[in-house]
């Protein structure tokens, strides 16, 4: 997969410089970020923190945040429990899975 084009500074959506893999396993929701560029990897590991993301995800993630870093993979993992409203077989929310978490993930701005 290829970056789209980064030249500029300032503020940029996270799905700039990265794309995201989600899983789902009871109670607990599990998206993990890679930048497209190694360049951007320390920038955006000092930006998306696991406090950022509970704050984020606030009205949906009712358990602790917690990250992951995957240096040599160019990464972030972050684990989310309480995420999925018991789980996803329990969940009326028909779409409130690892998925829905990582849309709103790479829509959180990075100051570049």
Not at 36 to 51: G, R, T
Not at 70 to 81: I, Q, R, S
Not at 88 to 94: H, R, T
Request: net charge negative; aromatic share 6%; charged share 20%.
């Amino acid at each position: 997969m290829s970056a789209p084009a980064t030249m500029h500074t300032g503020s940029v959506a996270l799905r700039e410089l990265a794309h995201a893999r989600a899983g789902d396993k009871g109670n607990r929701s599990n998206v993990s970020v890679f930048v497209y560029d190694a360049k951007h990897y320390d920038i955006v590991a000092q930006q998306l923190s696991a406090e950022r993301v509970a704050e984020t995800l606030r009205d949906l993630v009712h358990g602790p945040v917690v990250r992951y870093d995957l240096p040599a993979l160019h990464g972030l993992n972050f684990v989310m429990d309480q995420a999925l409203e018991g789980g996803v077989n329990e969940s009326l929310n028909l779409d409130g899975h690892g998925k829905s978490w990582s849309f709103l993930l790479l829509g959180m701005t990075i100051e570049l």
